[in-house]
């Protein structure tokens, strides 16, 4: 024992301050903007066109549509909800304004009626996973199926043009030569930071994933703010599938359907925990990077698809691994 | 053989008339009575059916057989080799008298064969082949040193040779869907060196598509850096649809005057007028695959001879000669046109080549001699 | 002395994230001895319990039993050993059975097809004739633990505690939900076990208990070790001392309570359906009422539905503040005015990955709201007031409520309603785990929001405390009210009051 | 209180004995298995092709392969495990069998080989997420993808062949007209029940997922019995990788790949809870041939496979609903 007390009285204050800096609340996302950084480093070595500006503004813009579901996904999940329709949302949104388009409906229009749509199907979710009680997970998915299968239904399994005059510009313009979908997704997560921070609502988030019973009983209307985050989720995949189709100039009825893994990995390798009450969009918002990084970065280097996906799931590990190590750290 | 104004070998691929394909029929019930008593049923189990490709190839068969007064059972082998074998199970199941299999891999036939032999059911494999079934459709070799020769000389026209030699050739490849479809992409690269002359594989970037439009964007994004500007970015994919994709990538990050791209399977007509770098496709007419398999399978049902493989013809498709494969679609005449000759030489020595590979061993009656 | 102690710690450290939790810590027993663990709450008992048991790590320190030097890297090791726990905090399997739960360390086996089988008519037997030690031979060992009361989990734990051979026993706060009756079992049990030489560490915070049962008296303070005292020889003045640091006064107030004012909620033929019936009182400001009743009575849903937490069909009349009231919902409670704390802290109470300020001010978050923004200083600044006033030992208002021992957590879901607009307070059990000195400040509290106005419901299955506490006092059994107490009542007529129609 | 009652006894014995039923612990799978037999009802009355036995054995024999996944992953659930990297190990199990065998391994060999594999895979994934802690849905998805990618590498991506003689017999004969691979279904549930409910190993299962703390606290291996489930979820993926493979006769680097989501449900569905401690392999079997049959009538009365998506979310949801309702008569 006297041994451990001299090395703990040798290395002072600074290991203390490091282990007190190392259980912060926020010390979880800065391990992954380390982890982030360092990635940046490893390709902007390895590659010559890794890092510029314009390389890293494609990486947002890339992601842009897939961090907008993720981030919604995010006080969803924090509050002990679920949502694997959000991808399924996105396909069917390009298709209605695409459809609405074509029956002359303006172009806009069209667009507050595809993210109507979407809240209606967010509000299903929300009554079916709360008021009935029905696993969110089977629910969601089920959910998925249907959407996804009525924008097949709709389209006949194409995909649709839309290109329209006024309507492309906010998946392909820039605002100070920041791409408009970035923007979008940034003020998104800025939005969703100030809302689950700073808000009475935010609380409750937090509150009703943390201990539903608990926060019944304190009188939180639990239900209302999971409901709420359906609806946010399902509008985020909504505002995703309108900026995808637009980037695109088209809209296919299962156009993110593949990135559906993506947005939920991004979202736990964030810090945020399935069983809720933990977590923060900004976390998920350096995961979605990290992902998007990943994969620009490696088909620089012209890394084959094949052994891109191989190094992603090392790359995954490693990432969740250095949130361990914190804990490690800790002593918990 | 002709078989009611219908021969394989000479076919024009424009669907046959309503009178010639119920005389069809009438020869194929008198070969094979209907299995369920009534009316003949074909059962056609699509690739997947939200591709657009499989889509008028489905909508193709099924005005054949709506025309031709028969049952159609369609399935969805949703890109899956298990599910492919479940949908040849209910087809057996079904009593279907005939099958039309468009399925995701080669060496998934072998055992849907044999089923559908034991049940002594005649079976027709479009673009994928399936051992004992007759086989339809794409010239992939050809169709795809087609393209890459269009797409070089059309490169030449627009930049010069010299400049093209500085450019980039990107191809939006497939992998995953295996050596039959990859004789297409390769025979890309291999036509457009055809066309160019020396071209150094350094400049050649090959992406993963994934058969999606977002992903052909997405990887055309991070890829688009590695491309030095003001370089001539020539582009060809696996399909329009990730040609498409491509595109889009291309123009949005401002560069399109250096853009040039040819796309496969003509699939995408609007894109290919709309857009002035998207020069020509290759086309493949899957619309008109109905009209070929339809007479095909009555055919077999009569019990007339028809030749092991059926090769779809390619043709370019430009702005200029769309009208005439899509009426729905006007001509214009474009000043960059060009005057498309396949470099006969490189394409022949391609053949050779890829005849060697082990990889196609089991697929070389997909070569084709010429 | 230490070579033949059946346990013997020295210098135990132990710090969390950097904070020394326990500093230097000795506790030594003997074979067949009863010591009691005692301190505040934060004292770090649980803690040091978790290190025997190898579900901590220590940083420094000897663990010795039998003399021998022992590491027990997990709970299983200990074991091994002979060591067993019996957590402060509920911890059951919820879809397993009771018998499985009780006997789910040491299953019983039978031949099967082949195999060794699980045999599960033994472990039916074996767990009745061990419930039945605590008096709960009714209890259907068939069904999941889920469906049980606190109260049954926590004695399916303490059947599964005694269960099979342990050499130490370690019983952190068994008797926290417990009544007396079922507390005395208990304690027949740790006698015969003594007898047996099996050497147990009680942790408790009712000193009578300790007096009762244990031999020697241990005391931590921040920490440390701050006194070990032989039971017999010592009194509660003096391990009161030692444990806070002063001499002890009355732990309920004395001074005499100010005349109650008009009724806050007039309760008339109140009903649950199949729970309680015909429950009619008052209770007027400035005035604390007791209801005692045991696990069965009602007491367990009287508060919840009457602060709009229970959906089952309700009857009656209710009036708050001299208007009719009917809450569905506890946001409708909380609206008119009633704050409720739950028995079930971890369950129903704290949120545990939220702060301590977060879990304070979460209420009443309109309170805290400054335009669009909660503000996050007048969050701190609210939350410090009641760390203080009720002396919640914390790091700071910052520290994850996870974190903080199970008293202080408590004092945490009190301090939730203390504002301004709540005029009832219903608390069940309010002071379940909480130490003596914060029950002392917690009643001191109570009484000083009485003097200013509040009302307040008490809902206990422990005696001494709605005896100490109530101005006025209502026995609950089977669903009914059985009798009315004014001030000054014993615990004794309390429990007899019950115990009447237990027999009658 | 007197007339609650009353009540309770005028209304006797009938109801209460059908909500006794209905608290029984086998209720929920009841509840499924109602379902089932309704559905195979509809599609009796729907399509003279449905009700043979050859069709209900072929629908058996559709969904083996799943089933076996979905039986081995239901104990790890209830554990509190979670493995999405078992379809890529089916997949990868195929393309090994093939290589080795064209090394000139024999078959069997090559089987057992590939079997060894797998459960290196499992030991990995479950020390990971013991031992160091790691999330499973990040560790077993970047399992999924290290995995997935390795098959992609061999094989280049391509199909290949797996036409071997003294093999395919696996997949493709029947044991008194009983299709092989359904057998191995049939009897892996089996197994799995007589070891989940009958074992100590069994109950362990149930009690680390209830509560893996209380559980460590009674001296239960919780890390071996997490770590021996992820093990047996990575053999049973590597047994359905051979039996698809034995019975497509070739073997796909991403063969079973698409089925992942489908496993996943049919667990869920099949009531085990994904926070670990409740479920029956019963029920996931269930909920498999559920799923299973849904797909084969809805093919045979030649839906197209997009009303197919919707018609199965709706199931989906009516499945998931009907445990619900029995909560609801029981008053939770
Ligand atoms: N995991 C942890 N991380 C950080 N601090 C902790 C942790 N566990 C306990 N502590 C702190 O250690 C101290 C001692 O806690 P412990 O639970 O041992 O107290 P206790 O004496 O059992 O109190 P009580 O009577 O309330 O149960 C407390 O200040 C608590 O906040
Ligand atoms: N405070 C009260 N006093 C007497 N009877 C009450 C009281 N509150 C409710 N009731 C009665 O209980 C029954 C159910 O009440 P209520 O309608 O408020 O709840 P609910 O609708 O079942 O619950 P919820 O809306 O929370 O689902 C009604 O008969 C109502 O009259
Ligand atoms: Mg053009
Ligand atoms: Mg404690």
């Not at chain 1, 890794?50 to 969803?76: K, S």
């Not at chain 2, 295996?178 to 004789?183: H, N």
């Not at chain 2, 160019?196 to 890829?223: C, P, R, Y």
């Amino acid at each position: 024992m006297a041994t451990t007390t001299e090395t703990a009285a040798a290395a002072p204050s600074l290991k203390r301050r490091f282990m007190e800096l190392l259980a912060k609340p926020w010390s979880g996302v800065a391990m992954l903007l380390v982890f982030y950084l360092i990635l940046i480093a490893v390709f902007s070595i390895l590659s010559p066109f890794f890092f510029n500006t314009r390389n890293m503004l494609q990486i947002g813009l890339n992601v842009a549509y897939i961090g907008l579901m993720a981030a919604a996904g995010t006080p969803l999940i924090i509050a002990g909800g679920l949502d694997l329709s959000v991808a399924a949302i996105a396909g069917l949104t390009g298709v209605m304004i695409s459809l609405l388009v074509g029956l002359g409906v303006p172009v806009w229009v069209a667009v507050g009626l595809a993210l109507a749509l979407a809240a209606a199907i967010g509000v299903a979710n929300g009554l079916f996973t709360t008021r009935l009680k029905l696993n969110p997970l089977i629910t969601t998915l089920g959910m998925m199926s249907i959407v996804s299968g009525i924008a097949l239904v709709l389209t006949g399994g194409l995909t649709r043009p839309l290109m329209i005059p006024g309507f492309n510009w906010i998946g392909n313009e820039r605002v100070f030569s920041i791409p408009i979908p970035l923007i979008i997704m940034v003020v998104t997560f800025f939005a969703l930071w100030l809302v689950m921070t700073k808000t009475k609502f935010g609380r409750f988030i937090y509150a009703a994933g943390g201990n539903a019973e608990a926060s019944r009983l304190i009188g939180i209307p639990v239900e209302r703010t999971v409901i709420v985050l359906y609806v946010i989720s399902a509008l985020a995949g909504a505002v995703a599938g309108t900026i995808l189709g637009a980037m695109l100039g088209a809209a296919g009825p299962n156009a993110a359907g593949s990135q559906l893994l993506t947005v939920i990995a991004a979202i736990i390798l964030g810090g945020t925990s399935l069983n809720g009450g933990r977590g923060s969009v900004w976390g998920t918002l350096l995961a979605v990077l990290i992902l998007g990084t990943l994969n620009n970065g490696l088909t620089l280097l012209n890394v084959s698809s094949f052994w891109q996906d191989v190094t992603r799931g090392v790359v995954l590990m490693l990432a969740v691994s250095l949130d361990q190590l914190r804990n490690r750290a800790l002593g918990e | 053989e002709d078989f009611h104004g219908f021969d394989p070998s000479s076919f024009d691929g424009n669907m046959v008339s309503a009178e010639q394909l119920a005389a069809m029929v009438v020869d194929a019930i008198a070969a094979n009575a209907p299995r369920n008593g009534q009316k003949l049923t074909i059962g056609f189990a699509n690739l997947q059916r939200d591709i657009s490709f499989c889509l008028k190839v489905e909508q193709g068969i099924v005005a054949n057989a709506e025309a031709a007064g028969i049952d159609l059972q369609i399935v969805d082998n949703r890109l899956d080799g298990a599910t492919a074998l479940a949908n040849a199970e209910s087809f057996l199941q079904r009593n279907v008298d005939f099958v039309i299999e468009f399925q995701t891999d080669a060496n998934f036939g072998a055992t849907i064969m044999q089923k559908m032999n034991e049940a002594n059911t005649k079976v027709i494999a479009i673009d994928i082949p399936m051992p004992g079934a007759t086989f339809f459709g794409a010239n992939n070799p050809k169709s795809g040193f087609m393209g890459g020769a269009y797409l070089g000389q059309a490169a030449i026209q627009k930049f010069g040779a010299d400049k093209v030699k500085t450019g980039y050739l990107v191809v939006g490849e497939l992998p995953q869907s295996g050596a039959v479809p990859a004789m297409r992409t390769n025979g890309q690269v291999a036509g457009f060196k055809g066309a160019v002359g020396e071209f150094a594989d350094a400049q050649v970037i090959k992406i993963d598509t994934k058969n999606t439009l977002e992903e052909s964007f997405t990887q055309m994004n991070n890829v688009i850096g590695r491309i030095p500007e003001g370089v001539p970015i020539m582009v060809t994919a696996i399909n329009d649809q990730a040609a498409t994709g491509m595109l889009r990538a291309v123009k949005q990050a401002g560069r399109e005057a250096d853009l040039i791209v040819v796309g496969m399977g003509a699939d995408e007509i609007q894109t290919l007028i709309d857009e002035p770098a998207f020069v020509a496709s290759v086309g493949y007419f899957p619309e008109r695959y109905g009209n070929f398999l339809v007479p095909l399978a009555l055919m077999e049902l009569a019990g007339k001879e028809v030749p092991d493989t059926v090769l779809m013809t390619h043709y370019m498709v430009t702005d200029g000669n769309v009208c005439e494969f899509y009426k729905d679609f006007a001509c214009s005449a474009t000043p960059d046109a060009i005057t498309f000759e396949l470099p006969e030489d490189a394409y022949k020595a391609h053949l050779e080549e890829i005849r060697k590979l082990p990889e196609l061993q089991d697929s070389l009656n997909l070569i084709p001699t010429n | 002395m230490s070579s033949t102690a059946r346990l013997s710690m020295r210098g135990i450290d132990k710090s969390f994230g950097g904070v020394p939790v326990l500093s230097n810590v000795e506790l030594t027993l003997e074979a067949g001895e009863v010591v009691a663990l005692l301190g505040s709450n934060g004292a770090g008992k649980s803690t040091l319990v978790k290190i025997l048991t190898g579900l901590y790590s220590r940083d420094a320190g000897i663990v010795e039993v039998d003399g021998q030097a022992v590491v027990f890297g997990k709970p299983a090791d200990a074991i091994a050993a002979g060591v067993k726990l019996l957590p402060q905090e509920i911890s059951v399997m919820p879809d397993l059975s009771v018998g499985e739960n009780i006997l789910l360390g040491d299953l019983p086996m039978k031949p099967g097809f082949g195999f060794k089988q699980v045999d599960y008519k033994t472990i039916h037997i074996r767990a009745t004739e061990l419930l039945a030690q605590l008096g709960f031979e009714a209890l259907d060992t068939h069904q999941d633990v889920k469906r049980l009361s606190v109260a049954e989990q926590r004695i399916v734990e303490i059947a599964r505690a005694i269960a099979g051979q342990a050499r130490i026993l370690i019983m952190d706060e068994p008797t926290a939900a417990l009544t007396e009756q079922e507390a005395e079992l208990l304690f027949a049990i740790i006698r015969r076990l003594k007898q047996q030489r099996v050497s147990v560490v009680y942790i408790s915070h009712y000193m009578s208990e300790v007096f009762e049962i244990s031999d020697r008296i241990v005391v931590l303070r921040d920490g440390r070790n701050a006194g070990d005292f032989v039971t017999r020889d010592t009194n509660k003045a003096a391990v009161l001392a030692a444990m806070i640091g002063a001499t002890a006064g009355d732990l309920y107030p004395t001074e005499p309570p100010p005349p109650p004012g008009t009724d806050v909620l007039k309760v008339e033929g109140f009903g649950v359906r199949g729970k309680i019936a015909d429950v009619s009182f008052a209770v007027r400001s400035g005035e604390i009422l007791g209801i005692f009743g045991l696990v069965g009575s009602g007491v367990e849903v009287l508060g919840r539905a009457l602060y709009g937490a229970v959906h089952s069909e309700r009857s009656g009349q209710v009036t708050l503040d001299g208007r009719p009231y009917r809450p569905s919902t506890p946001q409708h409670g909380k609206e008119a005015g009633i704050g409720f704390v739950a028995a079930e802290r971890k369950k129903e109470g704290i949120i545990a990955d939220l702060t301590v300020r977060e879990n304070i001010a979460l209420p009443f978050q309109n309170r805290f709201t400054r335009g669009l923004f909660v503000s996050t200083e007048a969050e701190t600044g609210h939350a410090q007031n009641w760390i203080r006033d009720l002396g919640i030992r914390t790091r700071g208002p910052e520290q994850k409520l996870r974190t903080l021992s199970g008293g202080n957590q408590q004092k945490v879901c009190l301090a939730r309603w203390l504002v301004e607009g709540v005029k009832l307070l219903i608390l069940e059990e309010p002071t379940r785990g909480v130490d003596i000195g914060a029950r002392r400040e917690i009643y001191g509290k109570l009484r000083e929001l009485t003097a200013k106005g509040y009302a307040v419901i008490i809902l206990s299955s422990d005696v001494e405390e709605v005896a100490g506490i109530s101005d006025r006092s209502l026995v609950l059994d089977r669903g009914r009210v059985v009798e009315e107490f004014s001030r000054g009542v014993t615990p004794a007529a309390l429990m007899a009051a019950t115990a009447e129609t237990q027999t009658a």
